[in-house]
């Protein structure tokens, strides 16, 4: 997990998506500000360590991992690894209105750019 963003320069998911060269693959709303960035491809990690106002980093494009990040309330998501999601995780997604974000970076690339943008070291 990547240290929390809230002493530090925030970001939009609009700055993620540019930061990350992502796709937007659902979301209407890019002005949700991110507070904290985590990584992860086990839910149950995102379960015990996922916080409200959190955006996920995983390379898992399931209806479970929609599932997860809609009851640990986190703002948003972005599937890493050029993975992509089928319809039922879209479907899902717009129906829990969480964002959904791709990148073909990989999870290590996209956490160190986020972690670049909220520091500036």
Same mark, same amino acid.
């Given at each position: ?23 937007? $693959?659902? *979301?209407?709303?890019? !002005?949700?500000?991110?507070?904290? #960035?985590?990584? &992860?491809? %086990?839910?149950?990690? =995102? @379960? ?8 996920? $980093?995983? *390379?898992?494009?399931? !209806?479970?991992?929609?599932?997860? #990040?809609?009851? &640990?309330? %986190?703002?948003?998501? =972005? @599937? ?42």
């Amino acid at each position: 997990m990547m240290p929390t963003l809230a002493k530090q320069k925030t970001l939009t998911l609009a700055q993620v998506r540019d930061l990350l060269g992502a796709e937007v $693959l659902w *979301g209407d709303d890019l !002005t949700i500000q991110v507070k904290e #960035v985590g990584a &992860a491809d %086990l839910m149950s990690d =995102v @379960l015990n360590l996922g916080k409200p106002g959190m955006l996920l $980093l995983t *390379g898992l494009p399931s !209806t479970q991992m929609i599932r997860t #990040v809609a009851v &640990a309330g %986190l703002c948003g998501v =972005v @599937l890493v690894r050029g993975k992509r999601p089928d319809g039922a995780v879209l479907a899902l997604a717009r129906e829990r209105k969480i964002p959904l974000l791709g990148t073909p970076l990989t999870m290590f690339e996209a956490a160190g750019l986020l972690y670049l943008a909220v520091t500036g070291r």
